[in-house]
């Protein structure tokens, strides 16, 4: 069974940046997408942004130029580097690993964005 582990999270003025990592237990080579949601009090989860094996990205309208999605498939990690943030940005953020044969959520990292 795959794990996924996110960390990075934390408390931020508006304006401010953080880089958040998710860590997953094997080799992240053959998994097809890699992805960031976020999850605000009340609200429904929500795609952030999402990467494939091949590299190629895609982001939700409301981060486009402000957040950047990698991975780095020597350290089976994905990265969510967010610049800019909003208190709208405010949500615990949840990094998910899906293949043919997975779909693995981690158990999130809280992202607060406050004055």
């Known amino acids: 069974q795959v794990h996924v582990v996110e960390s990075g999270g934390g408390l931020v003025q508006p304006g401010g940046s953080l880089r958040l990592s998710c860590v997953v237990s094997r080799s992240i080579f053959s998994i097809n997408l890699m992805s960031w949601y976020s999850q605000a009090p009340g609200k429904q989860r929500e795609l952030v942004a999402s990467i494939s094996s091949g590299g190629m990205t895609n982001y939700a309208n409301s981060v486009k130029g402000r957040f950047t999605i990698s991975r780095d498939n020597a350290k089976n990690t994905v990265y969510l580097q967010m610049n800019n943030l909003k208190p709208e940005d405010t949500a615990v953020y949840y990094c998910?690993?899906?293949?043919?044969?997975?779909?693995?959520w981690g158990q999130g990292t809280q992202v607060t964005v406050s004055s």
């Open positions: 998910r690993a899906q293949s043919t044969i997975t779909n693995q």
